[in-house]
Nanobody, 115 residues
């Protein structure tokens, strides 16, 4: 079955960096777009970035230049490199894939940006 497992979250100071990973299994990873979402406390879940099978990427406008999404099809893994982190980036980050009109989610990884 489809499984998405995120890792790499944690506590980081403002201005710091983190790299999130999402290991995927149960489907042909290389042929699907992969998404990162986040949900801050008290807010709705929002799309952060998408990487397509051909490596083209989409970013939430306000995150362009700080966040980079990438994929390694040999490892069935999608990454989110987050630089110059701000307190407002504090959220639970989720990996997501839409497969056969169904949405699959990982369990999430928590990112806290605080001094």
């Amino acid at each position: 079955q489809v499984q998405l497992v995120e890792s790499g979250g944690g506590l980081v100071q403002p201005g710091g960096s983190l790299r999130l990973s999402c290991a995927a299994s149960g489907f042909t990873f290389s042929t699907y777009a992969m998404n990162w979402y986040r949900q801050a406390p008290g807010k709705e879940r929002e799309l952060v970035a998408t990487v397509y099978p051909g490596d083209n990427a989409y970013y939430k406008d306000s995150l362009k230049g700080r966040f980079t999404i990438s994929r390694d099809n040999a490892k069935n893994t999608v990454y989110l490199q987050m630089n110059s982190l701000k307190p407002e980036d504090t959220a639970d980050y989720y990996c997501n894939a839409r497969i056969s009109q169904l949405y699959y989610w990982g369990q999430g990884t928590q990112v806290t940006v605080s001094s």
